[in-house]
């Protein structure tokens, strides 16, 4: 009996610290759960384990359905502005790789430029059409060229926009 009287204070200030942190926990937002992970840790440990993947140079549909539902990497579409506004993959952003290289655009240079300002990550991804389309390995040589990139930071989805579309076609 001395002993529970003893420690009846304590019980209580546990207890009411228990209830009060439960109170707390009930009134933040749901991207902080009680026990295991948040949606944004799950997507962050994916995020890093694409990133330590090691990866050939081109990348096939899973993979890249991987890398897009996860937004692990900036992806470019180097396709023209006409058929990337009729649809792209993902968040990719168009650079016209034709207009970028061949004819040095200003408004490409400056899309361009400000993706490399922006460029959260030491890896992309470029995609074209379909693997004969040439306009992705062109962005990617410039890239190498020109020394923003390494050859190992810079994948080719070979399968392209043809691919892509063929399985997600409206």
Known sequence: MNFVLKYQKYFIILLLSLVLGLI???????????LGLSDLQI?????????QKTVDSSIDFKLMKEIVSNKAFPIIDARDTESYNE?????????????????EDEIELGKFYNFLDTLSSNRIVIYCWNPDCDRADFLKAFLIDSKILLED??????GGWDEWHSYYEE
Do not use: V
């Open 87 to 103: 649809g792209y993959i993902g968040d990719a952003i168009n650079i016209d790789s034709y207009l970028l290289i061949e004819n």
């Open 43 to 51: 997507r962050a440990i994916r995020i890093k384990e694409l990133s």
């Open 153 to 158: 930071n810079i994948f080719l989805y070979e």
């Open 24 to 34: 707390r926990w009930s009134f933040l937002e749901k991207d902080f759960p009680l």
